[in-house]
T-cell receptor
Framework: EPEVTQTPSHQVTQMGQEVILRCVPISNHLYFYWYRQILGQKVEFLVS????????KSEIFDDQFSVERPDGSNFTLKIRSTKLEDSAMYFC??????????????FGDGTRLSIL | DQQVKQNSPSLSVQEGRISILNCDYTNSMFDYFLWYKKYPAEGPTFLIS?????DKNEDGRFTVFLNKSAKHLSLHIVPSQPGDSAVYFC????????????FGKGTMLLVSP
């Protein structure tokens, strides 16, 4: 069964450094998402992306965050200047159709980001 | 703001019995509800969903019930198996700016042999 793949599985970064989290969505999916889960808290929506632009973002997704689909397969999340509170599990997800179509989102296994 | 609430952080059930996981929501704009299962070190795996036009959806051992008037949904697993032991997340989405998934905090299900 097709999967969403994320790399790396664990990223350790010094505070203030830039980090790029990578995702390869399921190949025929058109909608892409990033979520995060801080330890002990619920999974929270960050951003959705369709047709090479952001379609929706949460208040968490401030100016230090950006997303990009640099080629036909990868979908990246960049955090420009990391803070301690960015430490979390970051999940990429994709869906075949948009959120209004009642199609489930399929998640990768996540990247654990640890900021020192 | 907890728009999706899973009030039981954990549930223990014996193998072969029914597991019932509950979820409440407050936002009346939600019209699509999903259950995800999550094992440690893995991402959430889609399990089953239900649209607000239905009150029940069944897939094998898994059945989701939706009570719109009470803003309540539940996931029934019958019979429960040890491999079902995982964290179960309830999620909701809807129109009018609530298009992405809003998750509950999860319920950890432990099925003992």
């Amino acid at each position: 069964e097709p999967e969403v793949t994320q790399t790396p599985s664990h990223q350790v970064t010094q505070m203030g450094q830039e980090v790029i989290l990578r995702c390869v969505p399921i190949s025929n999916h058109l909608y892409f998402y990033w979520y995060r889960q801080i330890l002990g808290q619920k999974v929270e929506f960050l951003v959705s992306f369709y047709n090479n632009e952001i379609s929706e973002k949460s208040e968490i997704f401030d100016d230090q965050f950006s997303v990009e689909r640099p080629d036909g397969s990868n979908f990246t999340l960049k955090i420009r200047s990391t803070k301690l509170e960015d430490s979390a599990m970051y999940f990429c997800a994709s869906s075949q159709q948009g959120p209004y179509s009642n199609q489930p989102q399929h998640f990768g296994d996540g990247t654990r980001l640890s900021i020192l | 703001d907890q728009q999706v609430k899973q009030n039981s952080p954990s549930l223990s059930v014996q193998e072969g019995r029914i597991s019932i996981l509950n979820c409440d929501y407050t936002n009346s704009m939600f019209d699509y509800f999903l259950w995800y299962k999550k094992y440690p070190a893995e991402g959430p795996t889609f399990l089953i969903s239900i649209s607000s036009i239905k009150d029940k959806n069944e897939d094998g051992r898994f059945t989701v019930f939706l009570n719109k008037s009470a803003k309540h949904l539940s996931l029934h697993i019958v019979p429960s198996q040890p491999g079902d032991s995982a964290v179960y997340f309830c999620a909701a989405s809807g129109n009018s700016g609530y298009s992405t998934l809003t998750f509950g905090k999860g319920t950890m299900l432990l099925v003992s042999p």
